[in-house]
């Protein structure tokens, strides 16, 4: 049986200022999910999770960022990633199927993972969504992180916020994983949406849980 690290989008490496932001807080508010309402007071924010959506754990979601690193492969990208543990949060994650018992290797199992990294004295330089993405592409050639840029980075309004956007491809274990990332800069933090997709319609129905957020 394939594992389920072959058919999901790991959060690996999409952070790329580890080395210049701030540790977070051990308060830190990382929301809450209340039925299918998902919900941060810190970032004055909520999102909608779709009808049997499966939302992982913090624990899950560690130990899906491990298998990652290991799927992709590298100690530098390992590293990496345990660097980026101090100044980054994994808010949310949800998939489309159930982690423990979907194994239909015809079809992706989508998800999205919603992440928060403290940017600290980078914000300086840091102003926008964009800036973000540039940092973390050149994060991602650093560490060797086997992803392909598909176009330009293109920006989209989510209820008065500037997203900014690109696509990508990337290579797990030799499966060519479509992936949207998305960001924007908040109360000092760079918030960063992960859509993971197979086909068009699941990233159709990814954009829209991201349309559901509004802020405060």
């Known amino acids: 049986m394939k594992t389920m690290k072959q058919f999901l ?6 952070l790329s200022l580890m080395s210049c932001g701030r540790e977070i807080p051990t308060d830190f508010d990382y929301g809450k999910v209340d039925k299918n309402t998902y919900t941060n007071n810190f970032f004055g924010l909520t999102m909608e999770i779709p009808d049997g959506w499966h939302v992982q754990d913090q ?5 899906l960022q491990d298998e990652g690193a290991n799927a992709i492969g590298g100690e530098k990208l390992a590293k990496a990633i345990k ?9 949310l994650m949800a998939s489309q199927f159930d982690l423990a018992t979907y194994q239909d290797p015809t079809v992706l199992n989508s998800n999205f993972t919603l992440v928060a990294e403290n940017l600290g004295i980078s ?22 992180v086997p992803i ?18 690109f696509d990508g491809v990337l290579t797990m274990q030799g499966l060519k994983i479509k992936q949207r990332y998305m960001s924007t800069i908040l109360n000092g933090f760079a ?14 129905n990814l954009m829209q849980v991201l349309n559901t957020t509004r802020f405060k």
């Open 191 to 204: 918030i960063l949406y992960v859509a993971t997709y197979g086909s068009d319609d699941q990233l159709e």
């Open 148 to 165: 392909e840029i598909k176009g330009d980075t293109k920006t989209i309004d989510i209820d008065g916020k500037t997203f900014h956007y």
């Open 83 to 91: 660097a980026a543990e101090i100044t980054s949060a994994n808010l």
């Open 9 to 14: 989008f790991i959060a690996v490496c999409a």
């Open 123 to 144: 914000s300086a330089t840091i102003k926008d969504g964009d800036a973000y993405l540039e940092a973390s592409k050149k994060q991602f050639r650093n560490n060797n």
């Open 59 to 63: 624990e899950t979601q560690k130990i």
